[in-house]
């Protein structure tokens, strides 16, 4: 199955909007973070991880001529993720703040 990720480059003079492949098995329907390093490795970018929900990554090189690169979306034909963030917010906003246990 193949997977496109849509993703924004930020760059200090501005964002430049690029998109991805991936091959993902059968058996699985969205990349993981390892499958994404390897996609971004192999476009040429060193990254590692920043932040897994808004899924951003920042370069692990500091000659790099870019700043960051955030995930936007991850469309593989049947049902595509895109991040909501007011929906994030209305959620966590409704979401009880203090876990205690039944």
Known sequence: MECIVHFDVHH????KPLRGLIFLQEDR?????????????????KLKM????????VPTES??????I??????????????DSELRSLLSNLMPQDFRPI
């Open 12 to 15: 200090k003079d501005g964002i």
């Open 29 to 45: 329907k969205i990349p993981t973070e390892r499958d994404l390093l390897q996609m971004f490795e192999d476009m040429g970018y």
């Open 50 to 57: 920043d932040d897994r929900d808004k899924m951003i990554f």
């Open 63 to 68: 000659s790099s001529d870019y700043d960051w």
């Open 70 to 83: 955030r995930v936007r979306e991850l469309d593989t034909g049947e049902k595509t993720y895109k991040e």
